[in-house]
């Protein structure tokens, strides 16, 4: 059974960083498009950070420049590095996976796998 399991939130000033986790259960043993969402209560749950199994990499535009995704095959964990952190980027984070070498969709529905989340929240 595939299962998720994020960690590293927290609470810091804006321009600060903090880095997230998702170990993954049958990470490198199985091609999967890996991606982190993120949702702000009241919102809809977005896109943030895709990596796919070719190391490919994706981000959504308001994230560029400060987050950074990767992936560790050995230890079946994706990583997402957050820097110069802002109140905006306030929300629950979740870990996500698909089925499949590449990652086309920023759709959650589309992601079959999904971690717990944990929560990042940002002050001014």
């Known amino acids: 059974q595939v299962q998720l399991m994020e960690s590293g939130g927290g609470s810091v000033q804006a321009g600060g960083s903090l880095r997230l986790s998702c170990e993954f259960s049958?990470?490198?043993?199985?091609?999967?498009?890996m991606a982190w969402f993120r949702q702000a209560p009241g919102m809809e749950r977005e896109g943030v950070a895709s990596?796919?199994?070719?190391?490919?990499?994706n981000y959504v535009e308001s994230v560029k420049g400060r987050f950074t995704i990767s992936g560790d095959n050995a230890k079946g964990a994706v990583y997402l590095q957050m820097n110069n952190l802002k109140p905006e980027d306030t929300a629950m984070y979740f870990c996500?996976?698909?089925?499949?070498?590449?990652?086309?969709?920023?759709?959650?529905?589309?992601?079959?796998?999904w971690g717990q989340g944990t929560q990042v929240t940002v002050s001014s």
């Open positions: 049958t990470y490198g043993r199985n091609p999967y498009c």
């Open positions: 990596i796919n199994s070719y190391g490919s990499t």
């Open positions: 996500a996976a698909e089925p499949g070498a590449g990652c086309y969709t920023w759709n959650p529905v589309d992601y079959d796998y």
